[in-house]
């Protein structure tokens, strides 16, 4: 394979909230909004990636603004190829020069949901597609020893999916993917708003209160942040006061089904493998990681101690670039490729 700009092969970690790809020897060249904008009408794309989520609720009667991969899965796979094809093309991708694909999934995907991931992979322009399952492409990004037989456990908190992972020997031991995320906290804080205050929120005003206010745990100082949204009584703007600690009990039910699967997989990890998380922790990636407090939440919740990774929530296309760039060193974790 050719090793100029456009020969070079691609891993692509297409989530519920943002898609990342990272080209071979540049690292990741894109990094935009999972959102399309879509003429009702006709079904063509309008705009795609921040371009969409700066129309979000602004959008004229024709034009709707659809996440075509929701919960870590494809749920349109026209719009998906649509999508894909829109940012391969902002980065000067030819399809004449087709690359190498390592796709991230996670680990319950059904065989369906795998197929039209690779599908909408392949339509827009990869010769073979890889998949890497999304936990162990987080911990190889997070810098864990994957091929050492010490376990390392990783918690991927993405915005549709949970992924925990034990790894061990270049394998997955044990493995658990819950469809709570990031998307969940968010819907939890429009729903606790609307019940508490009888105000309505949008969809980017529910993320602007978790990455401020939001929490896991007590904070030493709580915060408070006012927040305008719209009166379900009257329909005219108003502006309330929330608190920290008020965030926090609305998010509960979606955090503690994410600490309940942590403790799921540890329940069931073998009693050598368990020593070794014991020694060595928990590491936390994806994007759900920067929430306040939730590595210390987890740490009580489980007794060990729980490390957040650099920039986590690049933790996944960090490790299915790192597959991308040295393919002979890492191709025992992918799963057999399909080609175009």
Do not use: W
């Not at 659809?66 to 999508?83: C, I």
């Not at 509960?252 to 070794?276: F, M």
Request: charged share 25%; proline share 4%; net charge negative.
């Amino acid at each position: 394979m050719g090793r100029g700009l456009l020969g070079r092969d691609l891993a692509l970690d297409l989530g519920s909230s943002t898609t990342l790809i990272h080209q071979q020897g540049r690292g990741v060249v894109l990094d935009e909004a999972s959102l399309v904008a879509v003429d009702s009408a006709s079904g063509s794309l309008v705009a795609a990636g921040q371009d969409a989520v700066e129309m979000l609720g602004r959008t004229p009667a024709k034009v709707v603004t659809v996440r075509p991969v929701v919960d870590g899965v494809v749920t349109d796979g026209d719009l998906t190829e649509s999508m894909l094809g829109h940012f391969l093309q902002q980065l000067r991708i030819s399809r004449l020069v087709r690359p190498r694909v390592v796709v991230c999934v996670p680990s319950n995907v059904t065989p369906v949901e795998r197929r039209a991931l690779e599908d909408a992979a392949l339509h827009s322009g990869a010769r073979r597609v890889f998949v890497l399952e999304e936990s162990m492409a987080a911990a190889i990004g997070a810098g864990l020893p994957v091929h050492d037989a010490t376990a390392s456990m990783i918690v991927d908190i993405g915005a549709g999916t949970t992924e925990v992972a034990v790894i061990s020997l270049g394998g997955i031991v044990n493995a658990r993917s819950l469809r709570v995320g990031g998307d969940q906290v968010d819907e939890a804080i429009v729903t606790g708003v609307r019940e508490a205050h009888d105000l309505l929120l949008g969809e980017r005003s529910a993320q602007d209160i978790k990455v401020s206010i939001g929490s896991a745990y007590p904070l030493s100082e709580e915060l408070e942040k006012r927040v305008r949204g719209r009166d379900v009584t009257t329909g005219l703007p108003r502006t309330v006061t929330l608190t920290s600690t008020e965030v926090r009990r609305m998010i509960e039910p979606a955090v503690l089904q994410i600490v309940d699967v942590v403790k799921a997989v540890l329940d069931v990890c073998p009693p050598e493998l368990s020593g070794d998380v014991l020694d060595h922790g928990v590491v936390l990636a994806g994007g759900g990681a920067l929430l306040r407090g939730v590595d210390e939440r987890l740490h009580r919740e489980l007794g060990v101690k729980v490390l957040v990774a650099d920039e986590p929530a690049r933790a996944v296309i960090r490790g299915a670039g790192a597959c991308v760039d040295d393919f002979t060193a890492l191709e025992r974790v992918l799963v057999t490729p399909r080609r175009a």
